[in-house]
């Protein structure tokens, strides 16, 4: 894994942080999504490794810059909880989990 890049996993995907914003998305159901503000050189490189090559980072759907944010920060937060915490924390949050995931 390249330096400066954390990968924070969820139960439908794999979303990249770039130093500390994030940058793209990898889903299980191929809805993979990226951002669509330009940040570097090396922030695009990494997005690319992140995807296995340029053509296939290309496919994903560009997204805003704050949908990216918005759900970045949701799933990193949602990743530090434990197991039981999260299915209760699902269980009172449906509705919101079913409108972000179409980010």
Aim: net charge positive; proline share 1%; with cysteine.
């Amino acid at each position: 894994m390249t330096k400066n890049v954390t990968h924070i996993t969820w139960d439908n995907g794999i979303m990249l942080k770039s130093y500390d914003t994030f940058v793209a998305m990898r889903r299980c159901d191929g809805n993979h999504k990226v951002t669509s503000k330009f940040h570097s050189k090396t922030t695009t490189r990494q997005i690319n490794e992140f995807f296995g090559g340029a053509e296939e980072a290309a496919k994903a759907e560009k997204v805003p810059q704050s949908d990216m944010d918005t759900f970045g920060k949701f799933i990193e937060e949602y990743s530090k909880l434990s197991k039981d915490e999260q299915i209760h924390y699902e269980a009172n949050t449906q509705k919101f989990l079913r409108r972000v995931s179409n980010v």
